[in-house]
């Protein structure tokens, strides 16, 4: 039998059986991966909404399908290089007279650094620098090479294409992670277009540009906000505005699997500094506390980062 004919088989064979089990080994080293992600601010979409884990199994067993599939174009694609005895030929070495093959840019890697070391209370991350050293700093990923500069103590736990993190290793940052796995009180940038910010039934900020998305967040009854400010950080320009749920707001937030029963959304308190980016997309800037009687102290440690904060605008 062909080895083109195994494929198939194989292929028919799980696509037939209806895969819907895992071995529970993998099962449990995939939750175990989703428990240790970063966790996810109040002003965004958590990895553990409850709507996720339903889906989780059937995802993951059409992966294994897929897998087994891209395997088989894999092997059946290869080009022979028989000889007429059916002996395998070496593949030739490229000649010193032929050209190279065009490069291919590799996307950003978002693998943890080898040499990242987080606080001892912090299991969550995944792809950061761990603990900064004081001084000048450059996103590996993130806005294509950012540059700030951070006083000692502070911690870098995500740094991907889309986001950075940045939080304090205080007390009040240990504290809350061990009730809740969450931080208290961060630096968070993000690329945005229609963000939700503290809980989804707050509603989206809506527009196509930073002041009109700042703006949109002004207008929404379910927030007590600042007026917008106009602002420029890094050469990027934009509107800053600081905002909580406003305490006459009938609608409530829903706890999410992992708050603690005593969570209130209505205690969070947030500065949104929302930038247009040169592509014509829009980068939000977030200062989040959990604990409204700490938001003053933590902005006043976190705006010079901020400020200190210069982006290429050649992109």
Same mark, same amino acid.
């Given at each position: 039998?062909?080895?083109?004919?195994?494929?198939?088989?194989?292929?028919?064979?799980? +696509?037939?059986?209806?895969?819907?089990?895992?071995?529970?080994?993998?099962?449990?080293?995939? +939750?175990? $991966?989703?428990?240790?992600?970063?966790?996810?601010?109040?002003?965004?979409?958590?990895?553990?909404?409850?709507?996720?884990?339903?889906?989780?199994?059937?995802?993951?067993?059409?992966?294994?399908?897929?897998?087994?599939?891209?395997?088989?174009?894999?092997?059946?694609?290869?080009?022979?290089?028989? @000889?007429?005895? #059916?002996?395998?030929?070496?593949?030739?070495?490229?000649?010193?007279?032929?050209?190279?093959?065009?490069?291919?840019?590799?996307?950003?890697?978002?693998?943890?650094?080898?040499?990242?070391?987080?606080?001892?209370?912090?299991?969550? #991350?995944?792809?950061?620098?761990?603990?900064?050293?004081?001084?000048?700093?450059?996103?590996?990923?993130?806005?294509?090479?950012?540059?700030?500069?951070?006083?000692?103590?502070?911690?870098? @736990?995500?740094?991907?294409?889309?986001?950075?993190?940045? /939080?304090?290793?205080?007390?009040?940052?240990?504290?809350?992670?061990?009730?809740?796995? $969450?931080?208290?009180?961060?630096?968070?940038?993000?690329?945005?277009?229609?963000?939700?910010?503290?809980?989804?039934?707050?509603?989206?900020?809506?527009?196509?540009?930073?002041?009109?998305?700042? @703006?949109?967040?002004?207008?929404?009854?379910? /927030?007590?906000?600042?007026?917008?400010?106009?602002?420029?950080? #890094?050469? +990027?320009?934009? $509107?800053?505005?600081?905002?909580?749920?406003?305490?006459?707001?009938? #609608?409530?937030?829903?706890? $999410?699997?992992?708050?603690?029963?005593?969570?209130?959304?209505?205690?969070?308190?947030?500065?949104?500094? /929302? +930038?247009?980016?040169?592509?014509?997309?829009?980068?939000?800037?977030?200062?989040?506390?959990?604990?409204?009687?700490?938001?003053?102290?933590?902005?006043?440690?976190?705006?010079?980062?901020?400020?200190?904060?210069?982006?290429?605008?050649?992109?």
């Amino acid at each position: 039998m062909t080895p083109k004919r195994d494929i198939e088989r194989v292929l028919e064979h799980w +696509l037939d059986d209806g895969i819907d089990q895992m071995p529970d080994r993998v099962y449990l080293t995939i +939750l175990d $991966r989703v428990e240790r992600q970063p966790q996810q601010r109040a002003w965004r979409v958590s990895w553990r909404d409850s709507h996720v884990n339903s889906y989780v199994k059937p995802l993951l067993a059409i992966a294994a399908v897929v897998v087994i599939a891209v395997a088989g174009i894999a092997i059946l694609g290869r080009p022979s290089n028989s @000889d007429v005895g #059916g002996a395998v030929s070496p593949a030739p070495s490229p000649s010193p007279e032929s050209s190279p093959s065009p490069a291919v840019s590799a996307a950003p890697s978002v693998s943890p650094s080898a040499n990242a070391v987080y606080p001892a209370w912090f299991t969550g #991350g995944t792809d950061g620098a761990g603990i900064l050293p004081a001084g000048s700093q450059t996103t590996q990923s993130f806005m294509g090479g950012a540059t700030f500069t951070v006083p000692e103590g502070w911690v870098n @736990d995500v740094d991907n294409p889309d986001e950075y993190g940045l /939080f304090p290793d205080t007390p009040a940052n240990e504290a809350e992670y061990a009730s809740s796995r $969450r931080i208290a009180q961060a630096i968070f940038m993000t690329k945005v277009d229609t963000p939700w910010l503290i809980c989804e039934e707050a509603g989206e900020a809506k527009g196509a540009t930073a002041a009109e998305l700042a @703006d949109s967040l002004a207008a929404n009854e379910a /927030f007590a906000t600042s007026e917008p400010v106009e602002v420029t950080i #890094g050469g +990027l320009s934009g $509107r800053r505005i600081d905002f909580q749920l406003d305490p006459a707001w009938t #609608g409530s937030c829903a706890l $999410r699997p992992g708050d603690p029963p005593t969570m209130d959304y209505k205690d969070n308190r947030g500065r949104g500094i /929302f +930038l247009d980016r040169p592509d014509g997309g829009k980068l939000l800037i977030i200062v989040d506390s959990l604990n409204p009687a700490g938001f003053e102290a933590h902005l006043a440690e976190a705006m010079p980062i901020i400020e200190s904060l210069q982006f290429d605008t050649s992109q």
